[in-house]
């Protein structure tokens, strides 16, 4: 079930993506070095959600399947070799990272390798692009043992966002810098609250769906950031009484429109946006991603009927931000949205 409802939030087994006209370098980010760590001629044993792949040195080449792989390497200074998006955007290659990796794109300074799609890489890229080692996710395991005859491989739990950080600093010899990103992200947080403690008092109660136009979907996100820093910021997400899954993990139930009028009990509305059936080069990642959720919500009779939307309390944010980007980067960026969209007058 968790599979199948990525899949449909996430094109054809992708996470969402979009493009910010002017990313902010968190000032927790590291500079980029490529200079190795003291412990770089040892070997380390390092395990994850496969089994145990050891790595020897300091890894130089590093292949990231996926935009949550990428965050945490980005975020501890490492420039990726090749780059698996969770969807195919036309390019052939990332010869221009800022305006073809969302988010991230503006803090690579190389032309990382296109390896494909995360969840079926490349396997022909991914070897000519010679790496020493690969980071992946729980989704690549059918591919494990293919992409380790090529160098060491390292799968991840998708959801498990700070033992990622720490398992990909250990993998570069860089576990010192993990923890001070973890203990800044906390801190980033803890201010946060304060900042959104009147928002949250006045309208707690809030509404968050996921939208690939004419579909929608109730966040459940139990270990999702799209969810849990909203709950962490004082905020209380609603759903339909009952309304549960068999999977602890699904990130999204499915809902039909007529069920939105029984939600009415939410003071906001966040429209995820994850449209990327008709992604236009011409265009960026924010318009091409919500302009499809705007409309449908416009034209929905039932969505304009609640509360939220008579208030003008219904918020549209690219759901790549936090689903895509769950640790350090995408929190701070996520943060910002929701500042601006909740906080202005």
Not at 28 to 49: L, R
Not at 142 to 162: F, G, N, R
Not at 234 to 248: A, C, I, M, T
Request: charged share 20%.
């Amino acid at each position: 079930m968790r599979r199948l409802l990525k899949l449909r939030f996430f094109g054809t087994g992708v996470v969402l993506a979009v493009a910010i006209a002017a990313c902010q370098r968190p000032t927790n980010s590291p500079e980029v070095t490529s200079e190795p760590s003291s412990n770089s001629d040892g070997c380390q044993i390092i395990a994850h959600v496969s089994g145990e792949t050891e790595i020897c040195g300091q890894p130089q080449r590093v292949i990231a399947l996926g935009p949550y792989v990428l965050e945490p390497l980005i975020a501890l200074g490492i420039q990726p070799t090749g780059f698996a998006d969770h969807m195919a955007f036309k390019q052939s290659t990332y010869d221009n990272p800022s305006a073809q990796i969302p988010y991230l794109g503006e803090r690579i300074s190389n032309q990382p390798a296109n390896v494909g799609v995360a969840y079926t890489p490349s396997i022909e890229a991914i070897s000519k692009a010679q790496p020493d080692l690969i980071i992946g996710s729980e989704f690549n395991a059918q591919q494990y043992e293919t992409l380790s005859k090529i160098a060491p491989t390292v799968l991840l739990d998708y959801y498990d966002t700070e033992e990622n950080l720490r398992t990909i600093a250990k993998a570069v010899s860089r576990s010192d810098m993990a923890e001070q990103l973890i203990a800044d992200t906390e801190q980033t947080i803890a201010s946060a609250q304060k900042t959104f403690s009147d928002s949250a008092r006045a309208n707690p109660n809030a509404l968050l769906l996921f939208s690939n136009p004419p579909e929608l979907a109730v966040s459940k996100g139990n270990q999702e950031l799209c969810h849990t820093l909203l709950e962490k910021l004082g905020f209380q997400l609603v759903s339909l009484p009952g309304f549960e899954s068999n999977d602890s993990r699904d990130t999204a139930i499915p809902i039909s429109s007529e069920q939105l009028s029984n939600l009415n009990n939410a003071d906001f509305v966040i429209l995820l946006g994850s449209n990327f059936e008709t992604r236009e080069s011409t265009i960026s990642y924010e318009d091409d991603q919500l302009s499809g959720s705007r409309k449908a919500w416009q034209e929905n009779a039932i969505a304009q009927s609640l509360d939220a939307s008579k208030a003008g309390r219904v918020y549209f944010i690219p759901a790549y931000m936090c689903l895509g980007l769950p640790g350090p980067i995408g929190t701070e960026l996520y943060l910002d949205e929701l500042k601006t969209q909740l906080l202005s007058p």
